[in-house]
């Protein structure tokens, strides 16, 4: 290893808070070898990502690059001619921070700031910064924090030379104090254990928020998709929101949810969630996943997908596999949504329109234009409905309490005049449902049948 550069005069600045700082962006492109054959995402792709990631906190990028890695180094992942390379053009432009696309090993990085002078981050640590700038309630600042605290153990290295040894008293009785490291490591497991406490707390208030939503109730229409295929966008495209919604990785983090009503009248819960992305920190999945607790409750979701992109496809993979961690497997519950068809072209979008024109699950819109956003509403209508369940009730003429009831919460089929009361046949969601037995099913002023519809 090449003795660490000596006599720039160059001092770093603190990471935090220092607003655009000129930066370097390197992808390495590593080759492995007997691949698993799945479709991989092209390594301009992949720098590009890279590159919006760090303009999503405003870093100025003054070179952004692909290194081919045949061979990792365990000390530094690059060569020393790729070292010697950036370290000769990072002086040259005066670049103050250089972001490895890539998951680096805690010596990798210090190896490479000594190596290369300047402050380096991985791919996960530019994420959680990310999502530091983008957390505003409470829950995502405690998620954020939980999520950068379990990165940052992981990192604590030997890098002091004055404190070696803290003793206690003069450290002649009572021996060789902990070291640095294992203080530092103690007071983060401590700080950790008091954040999961406290998300503990935010967990269950959401559940209680949940509870309170059942009671109403609406049916929870779920948005996902991976970062900036315009879930956002689309959100306010529906609600007449005004969510933060810009061409940008991550603009939106914590949930927001808004009603709706949708074409029959009837109301659902839509809820705008953080985007995923490829090779996300599963320190930040576990932190986020009270958050994500909304999809896995959600009754529909709605895979949003950036039909522009050249890389949808696999974008939709890095989606599902988020979607199984967290127990929604299943694409039976879920419509793909075709967003950025403005953005398409001739050829590309007929082929869009034509696969969602063939494919009941599958609707092309755009969130910014409007177009088929109508038609959208009216599939998630049509969808949610499908989910009904029937229910037969012979309500007393008295009742028209109970009457009005079904008719605000239900679709009524059918309804008869009878000598002993009013016969109806209604169609309900099953929240509804479950709540009309609970409120009306007395066995004394009301008979329910539970069973498939009959003709009365």
């Given at each position: 290893?090449a003795a660490p550069r000596k006599g720039s005069?160059?001092?770093?600045?603190?990471?935090?808070?220092?607003?655009?700082?000129?930066?370097?962006?390197?992808?390495?492109?590593?080759?492995?070898?007997?691949?698993?054959?799945?479709?991989?995402?092209?390594?301009?792709?992949?720098?590009?990502?890279?590159?919006?990631?760090?303009?999503?906190?405003?870093?100025?990028?003054?070179?952004?690059?692909?290194?081919?890695?045949?061979?990792?180094?365990?000390?530094?992942?690059?060569?020393?001619?790729?070292?010697?390379?950036?370290?000769?053009?990072?002086?040259?432009?005066?670049?103050?921070?250089?972001?490895?696309?890539?998951?680096?090993?805690?010596?990798?990085?210090?190896?490479?700031?000594?190596?290369?002078?300047?402050?380096?981050?991985?791919?996960?640590?530019?994420?959680?910064?990310?999502?530091?700038?983008?957390?505003?309630?409470?829950?995502?600042?405690?998620?954020?924090?939980?999520?950068?605290?379990?990165?940052?153990?992981?990192?604590?290295?030997?890098?002091?030379?004055?404190?070696?040894?803290?003793?206690?008293?003069?450290?002649?009785?009572?021996?060789?104090?902990?070291?640095?490291?294992?203080?530092?490591?103690?007071?983060?497991?401590?700080?950790?254990?008091?954040?999961?406490?406290?998300?503990?707390?935010?967990?269950?208030?959401?559940?209680?928020?949940?509870?309170s939503r059942r009671k109403v109730p609406y049916?929870?229409?779920?948005?996902?998709?991976?970062?900036?295929?315009?879930?956002?966008?689309?959100?306010?495209?529906?609600?007449?929101?005004?969510?933060?919604?810009?061409?940008?990785?991550?603009?939106?983090?914590d949930p927001t949810m808004r009603s709706i009503?949708?074409?029959?009248?009837?109301?659902?819960?839509?809820?705008?969630?953080?985007?995923?992305?490829?090779?996300?920190?599963?320190?930040?999945?576990?932190?986020?996943?009270?958050?994500?607790?909304?999809?896995?409750?959600?009754?529909?979701?709605?895979?949003?997908?950036?039909?522009?992109?050249?890389?949808?496809?696999?974008?939709?993979?890095?989606?599902?596999?988020?979607?199984?961690?967290?127990?929604?497997?299943?694409?039976?519950?879920?419509?793909?949504?075709?967003?950025?068809?403005?953005?398409?072209?001739?050829?590309?979008?007929?082929?869009?329109?034509?696969?969602?024109?063939?494919?009941?699950?599958?609707?092309?819109?755009?969130?910014?234009?409007?177009?088929?956003?109508?038609?959208?509403?009216?599939?998630?209508?049509?969808?949610?409905?499908?989910?009904?369940?029937?229910?037969?009730?012979?309500?007393?003429?008295?009742?028209?309490?109970?009457?009005?009831?079904?008719?605000?919460?239900?679709?009524?089929?059918?309804?008869?005049?009878?000598?002993?009361?009013?016969?109806?046949?209604?169609?309900?969601?099953?929240?509804?449902?479950?709540?009309?037995?609970?409120?009306?099913?007395?066995?004394?002023?009301?008979?329910?049948?539970?069973?498939?519809?009959?003709?009365?």
């Amino acid at each position: 290893m090449a003795a660490p550069r000596k006599g720039s005069g160059k001092k770093r600045a603190p990471w935090r808070g220092e607003g655009s700082r000129r930066t370097i962006v390197l992808h390495p492109d590593i080759r492995i070898h007997g691949g698993d054959g799945s479709p991989k995402r092209s390594a301009a792709a992949r720098l590009e990502e890279a590159v919006g990631l760090a303009h999503a906190i405003d870093l100025d990028i003054v070179h952004a690059e692909t290194i081919k890695v045949d061979k990792p180094k365990p000390g530094t992942l690059f060569g020393m001619g790729v070292i010697e390379r950036f370290r000769d053009l990072s002086e040259s432009l005066e670049v103050e921070l250089i972001v490895v696309d890539g998951p680096l090993s805690p010596v990798q990085q210090r190896n490479l700031e000594r190596e290369l002078g300047s402050k380096v981050i991985d791919r996960t640590g530019l994420i959680l910064e990310i999502f530091g700038a983008r957390a505003n309630t409470r829950e995502g600042s405690l998620q954020v924090e939980l999520a950068a605290l379990s990165y940052q153990r992981s990192r604590l290295v030997r890098s002091w030379t004055h404190l070696e040894r803290q003793r206690g008293g003069l450290g002649f009785i009572g021996g060789p104090g902990e070291s640095q490291i294992e203080l530092d490591r103690r007071l983060i497991d401590e700080r950790i254990a008091k954040l999961k406490r406290e998300l503990e707390q935010v967990k269950r208030t959401r559940a209680l928020h949940r509870e309170s939503r059942r009671k109403v109730p609406y049916p929870i229409v779920a948005l996902v998709g991976y970062t900036n295929a315009g879930k956002s966008t689309l959100f306010n495209r529906l609600t007449k929101a005004e969510v933060l919604a810009q061409d940008m990785l991550f603009a939106t983090l914590d949930p927001t949810m808004r009603s709706i009503a949708l074409p029959s009248g009837a109301k659902v819960i839509l809820s705008d969630t953080v985007g995923f992305i490829s090779d996300l920190p599963t320190d930040l999945v576990a932190a986020f996943r009270a958050t994500l607790e909304e999809v896995i409750s959600a009754d529909l979701i709605l895979h949003v997908r950036d039909a522009a992109n050249e890389d949808t496809e696999i974008q939709k993979m890095d989606v599902e596999a988020v979607l199984e961690s967290l127990g929604r497997p299943d694409a039976g519950d879920r419509l793909e949504v075709m967003n950025k068809i403005d953005m398409l072209g001739g050829n590309e979008r007929e082929s869009v329109l034509f696969r969602a024109a063939r494919n009941d699950n599958v609707i092309a819109v755009s969130a910014v234009t409007g177009e088929n956003c109508e038609t959208l509403c009216k599939l998630v209508d049509e969808r949610l409905s499908a989910q009904n369940q029937p229910v037969e009730a012979l309500i007393p003429h008295e009742d028209g309490a109970q009457l009005a009831w079904l008719y605000r919460h239900g679709d009524v089929q059918v309804r008869e005049e009878r000598d002993d009361g009013v016969f109806v046949r209604v169609m309900m969601p099953p929240q509804e449902r479950d709540r009309y037995l609970k409120l009306y099913n007395d066995g004394t002023s009301v008979t329910v049948v539970t069973e498939a519809p009959g003709q009365g």
